[in-house]
């Protein structure tokens, strides 16, 4: 004859005070974003390949040659800004 073991219950907490403890003490997860690896490089440029609408690279191209910048740079200040606000509004680091 086998036997069986009692089920399982969870010990509940003495008092509410004890369960609150217990449920704030669990630590934050962490987040593991790609651009805060130590890994990363800032002085090591990618290329990025992107289509864009015609009208928008035409602007691109004579803001750049207008103010005597890169479309590199002109490109590149654009997307960070950009990056910058959205991270900002999602409360992660830059």
Known sequence: MAI???????SAPATA?????????????????PWTDP??????RVQMNV?????????????????????QDVMERALSEWTDEQLKKLGLPN
Do not use: N, Q, T, W
Not at 39 to 44: A, C, I, S, T, Y
């Open 4 to 10: 069986k073991m009692p089920p399982r219950r969870p």
């Open 17 to 33: 005070e004890d369960f609150i403890a217990g449920a704030s003490a669990a630590p934050a997860p962490r987040l593991d974003l």
């Open 39 to 44: 890994k990363v490089r800032p002085d090591l």
């Open 51 to 71: 289509k864009v609408a015609e009208p928008l690279a035409l602007k691109c191209h004579y803001l750049a040659l207008r103010l005597g910048l890169r479309k």
